[in-house]
Nanobody
């Protein structure tokens, strides 16, 4: 599966953005998907994940209640709706496809369990 992320941009604090990630390949619907982000000088961190069936989702504490992950398997796409954005949300956002069959926090929160990554899309939140 190949991933293409889009939707980043410049937004004022309190604003919203919707990131999209479109996958090519026939196995998208079998894969748990995640969003990660990396700010300058910081390590890549988990943001949100969604199970292959879309039944289960998980969020980092820092975005819980503000971000919503969703997917449309018919469109081979996963989305991240980001509301009430803060300057500390500024980062490059990456979508990724997980290689593990099981839905476990030890897997979906860990970047090394994802074996396919999109190219990243920059989100800048001004104060």
């Amino acid at each position: 599966v190949q991933l293409q992320a889009s939707g980043g941009g410049l937004v004022q604090a309190g604003g919203s953005l919707r990131l999209s990630c479109t996958a090519s390949g026939r196995t998208f619907s079998d894969r748990h998907m995640g969003w990660f982000r990396q700010a300058p000088g910081k390590e890549r961190e988990f943001v949100a994940a969604i199970s292959a069936s879309a039944i289960m989702t998980a969020y980092a504490d820092s975005v819980k209640g503000r971000f919503t992950i969703s997917r449309d398997n018919a469109k081979n796409s996963v989305y991240l709706q980001m509301n009430s954005l803060k300057p500390e949300d500024t980062a490059v956002y990456y979508c990724a496809a997980n290689s593990d069959y099981y839905w476990l926090s030890t897997t979906y929160m860990t970047p090394t369990t994802y074996n396919k990554w999109g190219q990243g899309t920059l989100v800048t939140v001004s104060s």
